[in-house]
Structure formats: C-alpha cells, structure tokens
C-alpha cells in the first residue's frame, strides 16, 4: 500500500507541476486570468491586519478542501486529481501574475516557506483520495470490504495532513509576509 500512495504522490506531483506551466502560461496571454485572481485575493485583504484570523481561515480552507479531495476519492480518483490540477494552475497564474510585479525571486520566496509544507500535504491527501477511487473500484467490483480503508486514510488525515497543514498556515500567515516584506 504505501508503494502505491508513494507512487501516486509523485504521479500527482508531476501533474501539479505540468499544471502550474500550463496555469501559468495561460495566465501570460490571457490577463483576464489576473484580474479574476487579483479580486479574488483582495477579498482577503481585511484579513492580512489579523494574522491570527488569516491563519485559521487558511488553515481551514485547506484542511476542509483536502478532507472532501480524499473522501471524494471514492468516486474512482476523479476528484482528487481535478483538485491538484486546479490548486497547479492557480500556483502556475499566481506566478505569472505576480512576477512582472515583484519579480520572480520575491514570488517564489512568497510561496515556498508555506508551500513546501502546503503542497505536498495536499497532494498526499489527494493520493489517498486515488487510492480510495481504487479501492472503492475493487469493493465494489469484487466485493471487498471499503469502510477499513476509508478509516485509515481518515487516521493519516488526522495524524499528519491536518498537522502539517496547520503549521503550513501558521507560517503563511506569519512568516510568509515577513519574508516578502524584507524582498
């Protein structure tokens, strides 16, 4: 079994960084991509004065959106690999929106002290959530038992999605912004 979430990691992780190019290309020739993107985040922007309060609706946001991504997995994998294309794509035009404006280094060091943490924990809930469309495929094709396997993947969850996940928020709301700030 772990052979098969590692696999599906990495298969995962490759697809988020093929969907990160192509969101970012997209976003170069069509700048309505940025503006979509820009009124979406300053939807946030009340929040940025309260570092507490961004970091618990971030937390919550990824946390809530990885747990539907792996349950939703049942459903033959679909979901959870849309929901790593879609999370690529928008990396992908954030990086492109955000570049000709503060340059590529400063966007990369506004992602990575939280999406090194971020990423993968998304990505890891979304493989268990492949691996549930599999066995889901097998319980219902040849009668296996699903609900074991529908509580360990919940127990991974738990035990390490939700904290990493956690400390991931913690460092976007709070050291994130003090790294660009100093860029």
Do not use: D
Not at 70 to 85: K, S
Not at 108 to 116: D, K, R, V
């Amino acid at each position: 079994m772990r052979r098969v979430i590692l696999t599906t990691t990495l298969a995962l992780g490759i697809v988020f960084i093929i969907s990160a190019i192509v969101g970012y290309h997209e976003a170069q020739y069509n700048p309505q991509l940025g503006e979509g993107l820009k009124k979406f985040f300053e939807g946030f922007r009340g929040f940025m004065e309260n570092p507490v309060l961004l970091m618990l609706i971030i937390f919550a946001n990824n946390a809530g959106k990885s747990l539907v991504a792996m349950l939703a997995g049942f459903f033959f994998g679909i979901f959870p690999v849309l929901f790593v294309i879609l999370n690529g794509y928008i990396v992908g035009v954030v990086v492109s929106v955000k570049s000709p404006e503060w340059g590529i280094y400063k966007v990369i060091a506004a992602i990575l002290p939280h999406g090194i943490l971020e990423i993968p924990a998304i990505i890891i809930s979304c493989a268990y959530g492949v691996w549930l469309g599999y066995r889901f495929y097998r319980a219902l094709f040849n009668g296996e038992e699903f609900k074991k396997y529908v509580v360990y993947a919940i127990k991974v969850y738990l035990r390490f999605i939700v904290p990493v996940l956690f400390i991931a928020a913690v460092v976007e709301a709070f050291i994130t912004p003090l790294v660009v700030s100093v860029l």
